[in-house]
Nanobody, 116 residues
């Protein structure tokens, strides 16, 4: 069984920064894709950023240049550095991992609130 533990959400003023972390625990396995999604009230869940095992990353247009996704393969941890935050970034952020060997898993979500 794979467990994902997220941390780092909170309340921040517009223009501020937050760093989200998601650590995957369980037996040793290779995680092929690590991603962050978000869901704002009344909206569908959307992909924010994703990084593959070869460290190639992609971003939603709305966060390009402001957010950076990274991963520590030794710790099975993915990070999302969020800078220049805007009120429209307010959402619950979910960690998502996919392993060819273990399948797909979601984190429990962490709230990010950006005040204007």
């Amino acid at each position: 069984q794979v467990q994902l533990v997220e941390s780092g959400g909170g309340l921040v003023q517009a223009g501020g920064s937050l760093r989200l972390s998601c650590a995957a625990s369980g037996s040793t396995f290779t995680i092929n894709v690590m991603s962050w999604y978000r869901q704002a009230p009344g909206k569908q869940r959307e992909l924010v950023a994703s990084i593959r095992s070869l460290d190639s990353a992609n971003y939603a247009d709305s966060v390009k240049g402001r957010f950076t996704i990274s991963r520590d393969n030794d710790k099975n941890t993915v990070y999302l550095q969020m800078n220049s935050l805007k009120p429209e970034d307010t959402a619950v952020y979910y960690c998502y991992v996919y392993s060819i060997a273990r399948g797909a898993y979601w984190g429990q979500g962490t709230q990010v609130t950006v005040s204007s």
